[in-house]
Every structure is written in structure tokens, then in C-alpha cells.
């Protein structure tokens, strides 16, 4: 039995390997030339044979799928990091971030008026939580935060998912679970998806167009030819599900799901300064800030340079298109952090929301579990993973999971479709 999959991202991936080792023959179809879909690294902007985290960076504590994957392959892990400390009740919470380092109109904020604001964020949390779908910023207006705190807490929207609060979930930032207890992948973050896809038949620059049905199978129509097989799984994003035409057309449940969903957008940037020792030793290891650049952390490099990663959600304001100016907002908020004037080796910019194959940076979770399992459901013999369709949402393990599930999907469709082996008596 035969298998199409469709991206080379982590869910395709290991949905791909496990439909493997049970046996099916599996062709992996990736649009574009790379691997790894928003894992992607680049290996040609930054000095000293450094990689780049393009899309994700961090695992975090409970994406135990990944990180046993890590452990079983030998993929390395850089040591374990807090972005920032416990709140001031000592428990994670949504106010925890706060305490952590700060810049607002270019200034750093110091402690003492940090841990008043967390105190506030905390207090307000506790008298009155959020429901898990209110935004954001209309928790922070119900409670009647004071202007800087309400601004401080919104912040935090730009660095998961990265975009503005007004379009966030206070489920994504409260209680607190992301930046914790988290790991960094010492050969950059694509080296899960390199690990992963040892063996496979991925067919790269081979965009899929259009999946159609084929007497009891399937016929998939690319841009270099086509391609046929029992069954299809399709493990594009949202936004790059809706670009696909399919023959007979989708129900309307699971259209209206794909068109229900909305991606944050935005993207990352990422650069190699000089100086690696103080600024670390000023900065580290994240700062929040108001400026385009949402969010920024820093690992240590070779030759005493330090690396620089942040997100940026794209406001429409065209920043994310001006890599120049987005360094340079980096460059800025490091200065105001630490001190230091930075002296930059390297750096480039991603912009997620305008890769026509992924379209934004991940879903964002609206519709809850009733939503993510219309995502997810097979429509006959196609099947659909990725992260907006895991259980861990909007993050690499959740579409590592996806993978895994619907490769199980397929495989015990097939098992419960052999004959029964004869016994002899
Ligand atoms: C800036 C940023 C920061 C992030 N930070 C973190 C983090 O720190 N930790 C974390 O856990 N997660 C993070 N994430 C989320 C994480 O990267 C994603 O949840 C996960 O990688 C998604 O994997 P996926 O396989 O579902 O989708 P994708 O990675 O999007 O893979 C889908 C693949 O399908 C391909 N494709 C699409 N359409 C077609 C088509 N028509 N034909 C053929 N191929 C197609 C795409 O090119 C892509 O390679 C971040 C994401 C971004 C963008």
C-alpha cells in the first residue's frame, strides 16, 4: 500500500517515517527546496558556521515526543534555560514574563518597577482569570490594569504567538506554561527534521496543486508531474491547505474549519554581534520589548559573539519586508539593554507570513478542541496532521504528534482490512 505526503515539515516528517517502518511505501511531496518547513535553519548568514533558527527555536518542558526523539538519536541540546523567573508568588503565571528583562520607548525597565507590575498582573489574575478564549487586551481593560502594566502584559502576545493581543487567547500565556524550562538544539533547530528524515523519499521544489480521486486511490498533480497512491495525508498549514484544490471538494465542515482558523503573522530575526560575553552577561537570556521586535533571546557563539534571536509580529506596517530596518530595531533594543554599542557580523530576516506555502507563524487556536479535530479529521483517504490539528497547539510538538497519529490512522485502517491469517489444525 502506498502513501503520498505532503510537506517536509516536522509533521509530514514523522508521519512519513512511522507509515515507514510500518511498512507502507511512502513518497514525502515538499514544495519548496527546504526541509523542515518552520523549523528551517540558514546555514549562510552568520559567522562561524552558525546556524540560524528561522522558524522555531525553543522545546519546551512536555514536549516529551521531541525531546525523547532528541535523546534516542543523539540529537544535542544546548543546556537547559528559564526565559524568565518564576512570578513574584514564586508560582508561572501570565505576570511571570514581567519579571524577566524589559525595554519600553527604548529604555530598560528596572526591577523595582518590573515586580510592581507583576504584582499587578498577578493580583488581577488571581481576583478575576481570564476565560481561556478572552483576548488579551479585553482581560487587561475588564480588570482595569493601570496603562503600564495593561501595556507590559499585551507585550508578551509578540512573542507567542507572535503577533497583537487584541488577537490573542489568554490561554496561550496563561498559566504560564511556555519558556519555563526549555531547550535550544545545539546543531540549530532543523536538526530534528535532518535526523528525522533520514531515509526517506522526499521530493523537493514538487508543490502540490491539486488531490483528486482516482478509481480507489488518489491522483496528486504537481507542478513537476503527478503522482498516485492509495491515500494522501496532508500536513501543510492552514492557510497552504486552502490554496489546495481537491476533487471531489472538501465538506463544508472541514472548509469552514481551514477557512476558521487564522495564523498569527509575522517572523523572526536573528543576528551575531560581537561582544558576546557582556551583552550575555547583561541580557541574558531574553528581553520583551515594545518595539517591532517583539521578544529577543541570546546563546552564546564561537570567538566571543553572541547570537541574537527575536519575533516579529508583522503589524502591516511592511517592517518585516525591510531586513535592514529590523536588524537594526534589534540592534537597538540591545543597545538599550545593555549598554553595549553592538557590532553586528551577521543577520538575516524572516518573514512567515509571506511564504506562500505556510502563510503565518501558527494558528491561533481559535475554536478549541471542536475546531482542531474537524482540522484533523480523515475525509476518506485523506488524512490531515500538522500543528494546528495537535493537541499541543501551535508548537513543533504538537506537529510531531499529528504525524504520529495519523500514520496510526492509516496503519490500523490497513491492518483491519487484511484477512484474518488462516489457522491450520
Ligand atoms: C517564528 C516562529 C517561531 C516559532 N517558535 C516555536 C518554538 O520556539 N517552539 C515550538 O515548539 N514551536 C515554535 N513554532 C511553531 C512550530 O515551528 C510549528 O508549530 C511547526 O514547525 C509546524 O510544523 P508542521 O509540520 O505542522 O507545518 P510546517 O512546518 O508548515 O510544514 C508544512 C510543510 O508543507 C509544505 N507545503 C505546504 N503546502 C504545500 C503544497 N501545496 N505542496 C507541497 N508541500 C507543501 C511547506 O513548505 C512545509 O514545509 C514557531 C513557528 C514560527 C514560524
Redesign the pocket.
Known sequence: MSTIV????????FAARSLAHGGEDVVV????P?L????RGDRESLAYGQVAD???????IG?DTLLSFCLEHDVRLRPRVALFPKGPDQRYSGASILLGNLVTDGQRVDAGERSAMAWEVLDALDAAPPSGAETLTAWARRVGLSVKSRHAYVMQAGFNP?TRGDLVSSWHVHPGDIGRL?WLLADG?DSIARTASAGLDIRFS????VVTRAGRGYRVL?DTGDFTADRVVV???VQ??R??GFDPVLPSWKIEALLGTPMAQ???VVAQYRDGGRILDAAGPSTMTDSPVSMFWLKSGPEDTVIALG?VADTGDGRLDDAAATLTDLDRQIEAMTGVTPSRVGGVV?N?TT?E??G???NLGTGGFARRAALGAAVGGVHF????T?EWA??????AR??QRVADEILQKIRARRPAPEVLV
Open positions: 505532503i510537506g517536509a515539515g516536522l509533521a509530514g516528517l511531496l515538499e514544495a519548496t527546504h523542515g518547513g518552520r523549523t528561522l522558524g522555531a527555536s525553543w522545546l519546551d514536549q507572535v526549555c533547530t514538487t508543490p502540490v496543486r504537481t500536513t501543510a498549514s497552504a491547505t490554496r489546495i509575522g517572523g523572526k519575533t524572516q512567515w511564504e506555502f505556510v503565518g507563524v501558527v496532521a500538522g500543528e494546528a495537535g501551535s508548537a513543533m510538538e504538537g506537529a499529528s504525524g
